[in-house]
């Protein structure tokens, strides 16, 4: 029996699964993330959030692959590959792959240290441009992203506690397709973090438990700790505070002309947008000690405004 104290109530195996592909499904029409026609790219890191997403998709229809970045984080990382890659075997489901030590000449620890970024900043940065480009290279849909209601929560804790309104007109489930960027879809916003360790067990899912050795003194996870005190008091707190923003705050900010994709250029050396001659990864690359590999053609130069 499995116990959901927000929505006070028990679910016996099966309808917990139900349960779980149910908010799925209906988080991905009401805010009409992509359809069953689409081609889907899942970003998949080994853990249970982007495992549980990919499967909840491919069992209920949707063509997607994965997406698996191997960010050179020592142990972690190893591990966290060998998930990735036996949950794709598993489900005989496609599996892209991208290393960044040896395609682009740095680890996150090494890199960020070099560029005198903190882990988590250049690991963001590194992600970001690496998922979106391996999605509107490949021709996909949607780029798709393990994000819960947990985290989420936290960052909307976080964007709330400075009033960065600038990220606070970014935090939809989805966003659209942009010039040189592509589309971005959470379809686990209305499922918890407990909730999807619960999925990965019941489905017999394996994956990485450990936290990211680099992630100690992470502001989101102190943000965390402050919503669960909360919703241990007042069960649903972290459901309300979230989906409250997105039905009436969330209208009153907006993505300004200086952030939009509209006003941007191409990187000279990768093709990605850029507002300068060179963008903020590549720049990363360079201080980090790197190199980009060598790329025949990039769509996202071609398709940016
Ligand atoms: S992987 Fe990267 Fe996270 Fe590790 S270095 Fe930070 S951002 S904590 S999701
Ligand atoms: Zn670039």
Redesign the pocket.
Known sequence: MIDLRRHNSNFCVEHFLRFCRDQVERTIAEFEMFSKTDRLLVAV?GGKDSLAIWDLLLETGYRVDGLYVG?G?GE?SESSGVYARSFASSRSATLIEVDLPGEYGYD?PGGAKAARRA??SA??LT?RHLFDAAAVDGGYDALVTGHNLDDEAAVLFGNTMKWQTEYLARQAPVLEARAGFPRKAKPLVRLSEREMAAYCILRGIDYIVD?????AG?RHLGYKEVLNDLEARSPGAKADFYFNFLRSAARHFTISDTGDAAGLGHCERCGAPASGEVCAFCRLVERAGGSQPVRLSSTRRGSAA
Do not use: D, T
């Open positions: 890191s960010l984080i972690y996150i882990p988590c690991c963001g992600k936290e990211c050795p680099m992630a992470n």
